[in-house]
């Protein structure tokens, strides 16, 4: 199963205070395929959440709806009978002449029961991204007024959700993964919640490893690369002239230099008959490249 799939059967789970399972019930519902005196219908791949759907519907009807499993292996309820719909809208504060699908408060009694609805809404149109992959939770709403409620109430339990269009469809979703561990908490998915920390932390680890490697690799390079300009000059020198040529303090460096072409310029430094400091190595080094420099002139000139 998908991670979206594992955090609705752990929110499926979950014990509900009695306001709490009233508000749970309406944002399942109010956020399902349609909730009108028209229709109401809900479809999910999962036999759980349909029943609990169904249980709902009982729950304010004291009937049960109609479910059946489709061709493509979903599960989908339908409330044929106008009069248990409208006996369900009843339920909820809402009527069959309502022109504008709005979230009626009265049925969030205290910020627990706001919780607990939107964690119905995600049971209803949520979904989630594997953290593996990225960080990414988003609700599918098709009415915008709806979607403007719905923001607006996560707002007031201090999320901070972005919304976009997609395919005539409202999108609430959020891509920080503070944001998205807290969402969790809050809607009951504590194991999720706590699964994403931990990815999120192997991520960390993974990513600090990987710069350190990449900044050893680099250093590793610039040094090679810097030995071997050295080593390109001392060879130079040695051709046209011979070490011997050199000053004895340059002579003994140079060599050092050639014997050991791995060695960083601090090796170098204390390697020394005299052990001399990294600054002076460096200018000795700078030397010999300006005698090669100088050699490489005079052969050109001389042609």
């Known amino acids: 199963m998908s991670f979206s799939s594992d955090v609705k059967l752990e929110l499926i789970e979950q ?11 309406y944002g399942l519902l109010l956020f399902s395929r349609s909730f009108s005196a028209n229709s109401i ?16 519907v009982v729950m304010a009807t004291g009937k049960p709806a109609e479910i059946k499993k489709t061709p ?4 989908k309820l339908i409330v044929r009978n106008k009069e248990q719909r409208l006996k369900l809208l009843s339920y909820f ?10 979230i009626n408060l009265a049925n969030l009694s205290d910020e627990c029961c706001s919780r607990a609805f939107i964690r119905g809404a995600f049971l209803s149109c949520g979904t989630i991204t594997d953290p593996e992959k990225e960080y990414h939770l988003e609700f599918t709403i098709p009415y915008k007024n709806l979607t403007k409620d719905f923001v607006r109430l996560c707002e007031e339990l201090g999320f901070s959700p972005k919304t976009t269009i997609r395919q005539n469809n409202h999108i ?3 891509k920080d993964s503070t944001n998205i561990e807290d969402l969790l908490t809050a809607m009951g998915a504590t194991n999720a919640s706590l699964s994403l920390m931990g990815i999120k932390m192997y991520k960390s680890v993974i990513n600090n490893t990987n710069r350190r490697v990449n900044f050893d690799k ?11 300009i050295y080593i390109d000059a001392i060879r130079t020198i040695e051709k ?25 310029q601090k090796e170098l430094a204390a390697s020394l008959s005299v052990p001399i400091s990294l600054s002076a190595v460096n200018r000795r080094l700078k030397k010999l490249v300006e005698i090669a420099d100088s050699i490489r002139t005079s052969s050109v000139k001389n042609r």
């Open 93 to 102: 504060g809402h009527d069959a002449n309502e022109v504008s699908l709005r």
């Open 41 to 56: 219908e809900f479809l999910s791949e999962q036999e759980s959440l349909v029943q609990k759907y169904n249980d709902y």
């Open 240 to 264: 046209a002239k011979g070490l011997n040529s050199l000053p004895s303090d340059l002579k003994e460096l140079a060599m050092l230099r050639l014997e050991n072409p791995d060695m960083s």
């Open 172 to 174: 609430v979703y959020f």
């Open 218 to 228: 680099a250093n590793i390079k610039r040094s090679t690369d810097s030995a071997m």
């Open 72 to 75: 493509a292996g979903n599960h």
């Open 15 to 25: 014990k509900n205070e009695p306001c709490c399972q009233k508000a749970e019930a």
